[in-house]
């Protein structure tokens, strides 16, 4: 190479960055939920728990390397480009997603709300005393904003659920009713000078 150009080098790893934060998105539903931002630097985050006092974590580190033919580029095959950066993209989520699980579960047992359900099975009284333990924020409309996270088996677990019965649904109907009193009251609190 006669010369380089730091221009080009920049450019050509922005576009790399956003190509595959862009297939990472597309690749996990709850990457493409995350909303995010390119920052100086990361700090680390910092949680106060009811239990644990507080806790810090670090950021998630996430490395790749790649090496691409020039000549290949140069030819127009661009296959080995979109692999490479797929590839990345793939480990991304990998990474980011073991990651998020660890320290959502460090974050959520820091701040006191787990549910411990003994090695007993999932039941509709289970997800009530989880979804009891949450702040929950709801729509202009009233409809709950919740999302939950399991992992293994959980999502087959929970869509086999039998469907709740008259008293579980009062049970969830009540919870949810004084959740959006709650909120409302939040909502208020924030909203006043």
């Not at 047992?109 to 005393?129: Q, S």
């Not at 709801?138 to 999502?155: E, R």
Request: net charge negative; with cysteine.
């Amino acid at each position: 190479m006669l010369f380089k150009l730091p221009e080009y080098e920049t450019t050509a790893r922005k576009v790399a960055y956003d190509a595959i934060n862009a297939l990472s998105s597309a690749q996990s539903p709850l990457l493409a939920e995350i909303p995010s931002e390119e920052v100086a630097v990361i700090h680390d985050s910092r949680v106060s728990g009811a239990t644990s006092g507080q806790a810090s974590y670090e950021p998630i580190k996430i490395r790749g390397d790649f090496e691409w033919d020039i000549d290949k580029i140069c030819a127009g095959d661009l296959d080995e480009i979109l692999c490479s950066l797929n590839h990345l993209a793939e480990a991304q989520v990998q990474a980011v997603t073991a990651g998020f699980v660890e320290r959502l579960n460090m974050v959520t047992a820091a701040t006191g709300n787990e549910v411990d359900a003994k090695g007993g099975p999932l039941t509709h009284e289970l997800i009530v005393d989880l979804l009891d333990n949450m702040e929950m924020d709801f729509d202009d409309a009233g409809n709950p904003q919740i999302m939950l996270l399991g992992t293994g088996d959980a999502a087959k677990r929970f869509t086999s659920l039998p469907p709740m019965t008259e008293e579980q649904e009062r049970a969830y109907e009540d919870l949810l009713e004084r959740k959006r009193r709650e909120f409302q009251a939040r909502r208020q609190r924030q909203l006043s000078p």
